[in-house]
């Protein structure tokens, strides 16, 4: 079966800092889907991605996915203490079925 | 712009006793979806629902669960019995599957807390 794994699981940085959060696969990715969540929250959506090499910006936040669509990466730049929260990959699986799988989830805590 | 809801936001309940978690999916939407995540771990696949009949289901939707579309606009999920280790935030999802929309792409909603004491 396919899995997602987030690396890394927790990352602590200063604010204004850069960080770089991934996500790889196991299979190759049909629609990779990134997510904030408060911790015991709902999803926010933050981008989706379905093109290999394709990169998409929001704000402060830009997710890319590779060629091969095995792997995506989600960098913030001057990373804020908004940015706080837990970061979820998720996926379309290639199984011709509608359910998304998730990654483990990296923890972020920005220090003012 | 249109989102899921769900209701309660947060369900207490005792062992053993019945609940039924509510959701509105995105009123155009054909295919809805329930996932759970216990504080602190993954969240997981439950259910997928189209054409008022389940298209999957996780090996931990076992009998103890039930979905149902009571109307045009609710997509229920139902808990009998419940354990300690149902404990968790369940959310709702729905995707249009209408020609021109991206397919796969799901619209979460805000979760249902459920605590089983």
């Known amino acids: 079966s396919q899995e997602l794994e987030q690396s890394p699981q927790s990352l602590i940085v200063q604010e204004g800092k850069n960080l770089t959060i991934n996500c790889t696969s196991s299979?190759?990715?049909?629609?990779l889907y990134w997510y904030k969540q408060k911790y015991g929250e709902g999803l926010i959506f933050l981008m989706m991605l379905q093109k290999g090499g394709e990169e998409k910006s929001h704000e402060k936040i830009t997710a890319k996915l590779d060629e091969k669509k095995q792997q995506s990466s989600l960098h913030i730049t001057a990373s804020q203490p908004s940015h706080a929260g837990i970061y979820l990959c998720g996926a379309d699986t290639t199984s011709g079925t509608y359910k998304y799988i998730f990654g483990t989830g990296t923890r972020l805590k920005v220090l003012a | 712009e249109p989102e899921v809801t769900q209701t309660p936001s947060h369900q207490v309940t005792q062992m053993g006793q019945e609940v039924i978690l509510r959701c509105v999916p995105i009123?155009?939407?054909?295919?809805f979806y329930w996932y759970r995540q216990i504080l602190g771990q993954k969240v997981e696949f439950l259910v997928s629902f189209y054409n008022n009949e389940i298209s999957e289901k996780s090996e931990i939707f076992d009998d103890q669960f039930s979905v149902e579309r009571p109307d045009g606009s609710n997509f229920t999920l139902k808990i009998r019995s419940t354990k300690l280790e149902d404990s968790a935030m369940y959310f709702c999802?729905?995707?249009?599957?209408?020609?021109?929309?991206?397919?796969?792409?799901?619209?979460f909603g805000p979760g249902t807390r459920l605590t089983v004491t």
């Open positions: 299979k190759t990715l049909y629609g």
């Open positions: 009123s155009n939407h054909l295919y």
């Open positions: 999802a729905s995707s249009s599957g209408l020609a021109g929309d991206l397919p796969y792409e799901q619209y």
